[in-house]
């Protein structure tokens, strides 16, 4: 009698996530296997979400040893050992999923996600990130591919001494990712927020009810007119459209939010063609964090005009007019400030620079200086700082409430958490080195796929245990219904497959499972409870 044992922790949820989206199936059918390789695409792909999701703070480029110690027979198919897992495996899967698409590939997954996920979808987010990569990434990808391009571009994370790509994606109000798309390093959010969207327009039928959301990088009058009337949407105006800088600075009757932390005024515009329905709100907390901005860099501000007012008056001038001239270019530079007792008067100046006294007779030249005081603008500064905490959203439904807009729209930090989950330690995508531009583009596929996984597996359990009235004890030992599911994860830490086998067969298995990880396993369903020995 033998007897193993293997950690198979929370690797079971995972994988039974993996095979409850079919994604085997779907990555099976479009990528088959043509090599006499041991594992198939859809088990390498498998592998690198359990990699991905195993939080160890290493790089999403998986090695052989990662899987010691795991039972990768049962988790990813009979006859599969961790030496078949290594980087010639991983190059073949990730120039399958290239050559067939990572954006196609991913939009069939999705698809699954959403079939289970019936009258759940009512917002669809969009947004973008970057990535920095180290490394050179010289010139264009060979052989004439289409690949995404590393190359410099907007810095959203201040490395602007590195090369990067970008990531954009569309996720539903739950963070479950629907579609992503990997661009170029210098690609335009402007043009890749409306591309992605009208992707998914073309792929997924939606319903009229729903509404989709994106930053104000989307709001051109280009692609207001691309989004039309079909469909409706939610965006903040930049301030840089002239609307809005007429209704940031206007003086509004503002009407209070049921939230007391704001409060709005809604008017109707016409951008792009469209006609729209604008919103100005004010939000305490915003006018609380710019006015701390506003009297630091007022100060900042006001020892600067000082300093160029000194520079001023000691500057001589050959005429009156070019004295003027300076004066109201100060005023210009310095809109906030006022110049007070402004005098322009005359003073001899020598010809040439010597030290000492001039002589009686020494040639002296009539110029003309400035003298003034100055002292803030308050009308301009009190202007200004009615500015603050405002900010607007606009939308092509006309009869969309108000608050139920702001409600929407502040949902956009679901994508934006899911970029932080992408960006967290545990990926390492910077740290990298792969020299193909097309194995990047198809490894970012696999990065928002784990994204699916873990979101969607959080999304079930949550309703789950909503529907039942269960809970489960967070960290503070306290019940919840909104577990994060990388709390979950901990939870199954440790957890230990013992196998006994007896003349060569297997004649039991066997999990120690507190009463916790089993209602856990119970709401997530059969194709999880079967890693676990729990089928029946």
Same mark, same amino acid.
């Given at each position: ?30 990528? +088959? ?38 039972? /990768? ?21 990730l ?6 698409? +990572? /954006? ?5 997954i ?6 289970k ?27 004439? /591919? ?22 954009g ?42 509404y989709?959301?994106? &930053? ?28 809005a ?10 009407t ?9 005024h ?17 939000s305490?907390?915003m ?5 701390? /901005? ?6 900042k501000k006001?020892?600067?005009?000082r @300093? ?28 906030i400030f ?12 020598r ?7 001039? %002589? ?24 200004e ?24 729209? %502040? ?13 967290n @330690? ?8 792969? %020299? ?9 596929m696999?990065?928002?796929?784990c ?10 359990l ?9 809970s ?42 507190? &009463?916790?990880q ?11 409870? %079967? ?6």
């Open positions: 009698m033998e007897i193993s044992t293997s950690s198979i922790d929370h690797f079971g949820m995972i994988a039974g996530v993996f095979d409850e989206l079919n994604i085997s199936q779907i990555i099976d059918r479009v990528l +088959p296997k043509t090599r006499h390789h041991k594992a198939s695409h859809s088990a390498i792909v498998k592998a690198m979400i359990l990699n991905g999701l195993g939080f160890i703070e290493s790089r999403l480029y998986f090695y052989s040893n990662f899987f010691i110690g795991l039972p /990768t027979e049962k988790l990813l198919g009979e006859g599969i050992a961790p030496s078949h897992l290594n980087d010639d495996t991983l190059s073949r899967a120039d399958a999923i290239y050559k067939y698409g +990572p /954006t196609e590939l991913f939009s069939e999705s698809l699954q996600a959403l079939s996920m019936t009258e759940e979808t009512h917002l669809l987010h969009a947004d973008t990130t970057n990535f920095s990569m180290f490394g050179k990434y010289e010139g264009d990808a060979p052989d004439g /591919t289409d690949s995404i391009k590393i190359t410099f571009g907007h810095a959203k994370d201040n490395r602007v001494d590195l090369k990067r790509f970008v990531l994606m569309v996720v539903n109000q739950s963070g479950i990712p629907l579609f992503m798309q990997s661009f170029s390093g210098n690609k335009s959010d402007k043009k890749s927020l409306i591309e992605m969207i009208q992707r998914l327009r073309n792929s997924v039928s939606l319903k009229d009810s729903d989709w959301v994106a &930053d104000s990088a989307v709001y051109t009058e280009e692609n207001i007119n691309l989004l039309g009337t079909d469909l409706h949407w939610i965006s903040r105006i930049p301030e840089t459209v002239g609307v800088k007429e209704l940031v600075s206007a003086e509004l009757e503002m209070s939010a049921i939230d007391v932390r704001y409060a709005y809604a008017t109707s515009i016409n951008y792009g063609g469209i006609p729209q329905k604008a919103v100005v709100f004010w305490k907390e006018q609380t964090k710019q006015e701390e /901005t506003f009297d630091k860099n007022l100060q006001e020892a600067m005009a @300093k160029d007012l000194n520079s001023l008056k000691r500057q001589r001038y050959a005429c009156e007019p070019d004295a003027m001239s300076a004066a109201k270019k100060w005023i210009s530079d310095h809109a006022l110049l007070k007792n402004l005098r322009i008067y005359t003073v001899l100046k010809d040439e620079r010597k030290r000492g006294r001039p %002589k009686k007779d020494e040639a002296r030249s009539l110029k003309y200086a400035i003298d003034a005081d100055m002292e803030i603008d308050q009308a301009s500064v009190s202007k700082r009615q500015k603050l905490g405002r900010f607007i959203l606009a939308s092509n439904d006309l009869n969309l409430d108000s608050e139920t807009m702001l409600k929407y729209y %502040k949902g956009q930090q679901v994508v934006e958490r899911g970029f932080r989950f992408l960006k @330690k545990s990926f390492h995508v910077s740290e990298v080195f792969l %020299k193909k531009e097309e194995r990047i583009e198809a490894l970012a696999i990065m928002v796929l994204l699916l996984i873990y979101s969607y597996a959080e999304w079930k949550r309703k789950k245990l909503n529907e039942t009235g269960n489960v004890p967070n960290q503070l030992k306290r019940p919840t219904q909104k577990p994060t599911m990388r709390w979950i994860f901990q939870l199954f830490m440790r957890v230990t497959l013992i196998i006994v086998v007896e003349g060569g067969q297997v004649i039991s298995r066997q999990i120690k499972l507190s &009463d916790t089993r209602l856990v396993l119970d709401l997530l369903g059969t194709n999880c409870k %079967k890693y676990y020995g729990l089928e029946c």
